[in-house]
């Protein structure tokens, strides 16, 4: 193994050995036969994700807890497989700051934070001397374990997670105008072949005429109004939403600290290997809050409150669930990571094409397109290339050792 390089930097009161630019590290190493080399090769499945990060948790020795939708549900995955969300935790769990990184809250973006999370662990010796005693990683991996399992953004309920931590939710009764102006074209009965040409030639002159802004804006805001169709949002509580909130009370720690929150997400966003993932905030750019973010992420960072070309304003989203279950003795600083892969109209059909397929398995009718449609979501959010999987870690890494080193300067 290299030569891994340190930076010894003076902080108040001791010396901490903190890595700014580990040659290693940052070019992603990945030892011959490890964990990361079989999700690398052959991370096809949410049954491929499990046994991953079990062999990860086992061999670093670390106990974690599970929470089954299998149990409470019934429901089971793709392979006939438990659906589970799991969560550990490296370093001291007394620490008084913690660093929480989230997985899968759009099911299928669960592949690449997976990858990350098993990254962390099978160098958890190495993470724990970088965390000192001052501060602990708390793992949450899958939140929404039937949208990764079935190779969907949204859960069992056809929901999307991410917009459903409200505590009032709207009694809309008609669409957007940016969603009804493309309703047909979203949902259709089939996959037929003259059909969906015909439907694709629409929104893409659709997307000509009123631009990526748009698009991005109908899917993050959604619809209300048919649970069946694309982007629903709910109607109340889903069974991830209310584990995710069970398990930050339960991984909390009731002292003044900081909570430092990094949720990982992919499919929108620049697929250049070698560009930083873009963070993105829900706090208003000229507050204290984005501000702090600042801080421990640096200055390049987007919000949903302002124009930018990666997201918009959201509602709902798991920021809300660390406002309302912290204690107020906590100090909350949330961003989103997105590693990117796809242009928006690709990711807008392969979800379309997966929506219509499920949509066919729920009501209990076998489809055809099962197979090419899970395939071609799994290329837009886990892309095959192995050089954008590789770049994963070392993307992870620079958002990671930013948060820790403000951390440690505390």
Known sequence: MPTIHFIH??????YLTFIHSCRTLQRGYIPEG???????SAFTRGAHADTAI????????????EFSLTNDTGLRGRDEEELTTRVAIIGDPEAKHRIWITTGIHGIERYCGTVYLCWLLENAPF?????????????????TPWGSSWHSRVNEENSDTNRSFRKRWPKRKQYTKSYAAVDEDLNPESLTLMAECMRI??????????????????????????????LYVGSG???????????????SYDVPGHDVHIDIHS???????????????????????????????????????????YTSSSAGVIENAFFDELPATRTYTGVCAELGSKWIVRAVLAVRWRNCVLKSLREGRADRNDTWTAQTMLNVFYPRQRAWRDAIVPRMNTVLYSALARINSL
């Open 237 to 251: 509580p889903t069974w991830s939403t209310l584990t995710t909130r069970e398990i930050i009370r339960q991984y």
């Open 267 to 309: 499919g929108l966003g620049p697929s250049i290997v070698k560009a930083e993932a873009v963070l993105i905030t829900i706090y208003d750019p000229k507050s204290p809050d984005h501000q702090r973010a600042k801080e421990f992420f640096g200055p390049a960072l987007f919000s949903t409150k302002e124009d930018n070309p």
């Open 54 to 65: 079990l062999q990860a948790l086992g061999n670093a020795g670390i106990k974690h807890e």
């Open 9 to 14: 930097t003076y902080y108040h009161r001791n």
């Open 34 to 40: 490890s964990t990361m080399e079989l999700l690398s």
């Open 127 to 143: 993470i724990k001397r970088l965390l000192g005693k001052e501060c602990c990683l708390v793992l949450v991996d899958n939140i």
């Open 201 to 230: 030639g629409r929104l893409l002159a659709h997307r000509m005429r009123k631009g990526d802004a748009v698009l991005q804006r109908m899917m993050n805001i959604g619809q209300w109004v048919h649970k069946d169709k694309m």
